[in-house]
Each structure stands twice: as C-alpha cells, then as structure tokens.
C-alpha cells in the first residue's frame, strides 16, 4: 500500500524542491571564470559590478533574455564582503502568488490551512549575504508591497507573526522587460521601480558586441570539449563568420548551446558550418522580434571587419585589399573598434 501525502503538502514540497534548486553555489558551470569580456560595452558593465559590490546598494539589472544578468549577480556577490555568505537567487516566475509572501519572509505556525510549523522564509535565510530577485517584473503585486516594505525598513514580517526581524540583506533584481512600461501599466508599483533604480546594470544584447561573440565561442569550446572528450581545435573561419553576422536573438544562451551542438555533433577537428545550428544557416524560419534593435552602420562596419580577419587569417594586408582600403586605415578602425589580433 502506498500512502501518498494530501495534493497541497505534495504541492508544498515540489515548491521546496524548485527553491532550493534555485539555491545555486557560485561554483557551478557559469561562475567568475565564465566571464568573457572582451568589448568595452562589458568592459564598462563589469566595472560597475564591481564598484557596486563594496556598497550595500539595491541594483536593477536589466538586459535581454540569455544575456548573461545571473552571471553579473554572482559576480557581484563574490566580490562583495558577503562572498562567504549565501547567495540566494529567487525566480520570481516560478513560485505561485498564494505563496509567495510566505517562501520569501516566512510564516508563523497555524498562520494558515497547512501552516503546521513555523517556518523562515528566503530573505531570513539570506541574512548577510545576498538576495538575486530574477525576473522581478514578474512579481505580484501583493508581494511588491511587501517587498518595498523590506527595502526601506530592512525588516521582515512573517505571515502571522507580529513581530518584526531585522535583516542585512543586500538585494539585486533583474529583468528582461521594461519596468518603466509596465508601471504605466499598473502591473508594476512605481515607488518600487523607483525604489530599485537606484544603481542600473544594462547589459548589452551579443549582436552589438561581435568581439566578445568570437571570445566566448573559443570559451565554451574549450568547455565543451573537455566535457565531450572531443578533439575539435578550433572553429573554421567561415563557421566563425556565420557566428559573427547571427543576430543572436537568444544571446549567450543561445551562443553556448550553437558551439555544444556543434562539438557533440562535428565530424572535424575544427567547428564547420554545416556543424551549427539551422538557424544559423538561414534554414529556419525564426524572425527576430519586431522590437528587436537593428544593428548601427558603426556595429555592422565593425562585424565586416572582424569576419574579413577572420576569414583571412589575420592578415591585414590582405584585409585591407578585400575592404578596399589601406593598411593605415585597417589599423585605425581595429584600433577605434578596439580589435586585438589574437596571440
């Protein structure tokens, strides 16, 4: 006989297993050492996170979706005096609006139907270290109340109880959506947004920064081939061109799951065309959104030049004859557009 536990404790305990997974340590596959910066854009991020990380300051990090906004909250955490404290992250879409005051700051015993014990939410866990609310526009907006709540007065209230705790907490939020957009749609409280832009960490989308895609498609290649056991070496010069003119709708994310597809399913020791994803190849019919920004005269001059180098092995002299122009002037716009030729 199997005696299974009534449908809400069942539902209990799923959302305790999705909390605590997304407890994620900082040493896990995207840690500091993932970090691939090579473009100013990042470059600039980068310093920011790290001039944040010796404050206690809110920060909203706001970016496309797979542009790497987890990334920068674990970056900032270990680089911040909390680094040996916890770092919980919170995806604020996956936790139901019933009980999501109580997974975040806890309840008293019998506070409600199921309340059987008195149990500490997540911000009472984190104490010292570091809350990562990810997805924050997706809250509702009971609990953003709650929250602003928590900001201002560094305490917390657990269903039922009445009495407050004090907390030392520093909390950062991240979203892919336009938050201002979405106050003027009353789905977002306007004092919170204010509340949480204090300190802005854009992160640019991967189609305006071409540099940093040829440098992470190296990173996860060697990632990747370590883990496959493969013996790929490197990525062919017209792959590398489809990687560099790829609009990258789905940014990082989508870059390191092109470059492990294409070491589990190459045939060469070097990454071919043939080897990366259809959409790549212009074999789908994927349209990027109508929102998406187009790429500037400047960014796709830069593209042309780092594939032509590419494609020509790093020989300027015969990059400059395919571009039409002098040596002097190659060098000039790679030393505008800050292109280093590799080691």
């Keep these: 006989m199997i005696i299974r536990p009534p449908a809400e404790k069942r539902d ?46 809110t920060a909203l990090i706001q970016g496309e979706s797979g542009t790497g906004k987890e990334v920068i909250a674990k970056a900032i955490h270990a680089w911040s005096p909390r680094a040996n404290r916890s770092l919980i992250t919170i995806d604020c879409t996956t936790i139901p609006e019933p009980l999501m005051e109580s997974e975040l700051f806890g309840h008293e015993r019998g506070a409600f139907t199921g309340a059987l014990v008195t149990k ?34 560094q305490t917390i209230r657990r269903v039922g109880g009445t009495t407050s705790i ?9 979203t892919n959506k336009d938050l201002k957009t979405i106050v003027h749609k009353r789905r977002f409280r306007e004092d919170l947004y204010y509340r949480l832009n204090g300190v802005v960490i854009t ?9 940093d895609i040829m440098a992470l498609a190296d990173h996860f290649l060697n990632m990747y081939r370590q883990q496959c056991g493969r013996k790929v070496v490197g990525i062919a010069s017209e792959a590398m061109e489809l990687l560099l003119h790829h609009s990258w709708p789905g940014n990082v994310r989508e ?35 109508a929102d998406q920004k187009r790429s ?32 002097t002037t190659l060098w000039r716009k790679m030393k505008k557009y800050h292109i280093d030729t590799p080691s």
Excluded: C, Y
Excluded at 166 to 174: F, G, P, R, T
Excluded at 203 to 211: C, F, H, K, S, T
Excluded at 297 to 326: C, D, F, P, S, Y
């Design 296 to 327: 500037t005269l400047v960014e796709l001059e830069k593209v042309h030049i780092l594939a032509a180098l590419v494609e020509h092995r790093w020989n300027q002299t015969k990059v400059a004859e395919e571009l039409g122009i002098n040596r």
């Design 203 to 211: 992160l640019p989308p991967l189609r305006e920064r071409p540099e």
């Design 12 to 57: 209990n305990l799923l959302l305790l297993e999705g909390v605590r997974d997304l407890r994620a340590p900082l040493q896990d596959s995207h840690h500091l050492d993932s970090i691939v910066a090579k473009s100013l854009q990042m470059q600039r991020v980068l310093d920011i996170a790290r001039q944040l990380a010796s404050t206690q300051a």
């Design 120 to 153: 500490r939410g997540l911000f009472e866990e984190g104490n010292g270290g570091t809350i990562f609310l990810d997805e924050i526009g997706e809250m509702p907006l009971s609990a953003q109340a709650k929250l602003l709540r928590v900001l201002q007065e």
């Design 255 to 289: 870059l390191e799951k092109a470059i492990e597809r294409a070491v589990i399913l190459g045939h060469s020791h070097l990454i071919m065309p043939e080897d990366l994803p259809p959409s790549l190849l212009g074999h789908d019919d994927f349209k990027p959104a």
């Design 166 to 174: 004090h907390i030392d907490v520093q909390v950062l939020a991240a």
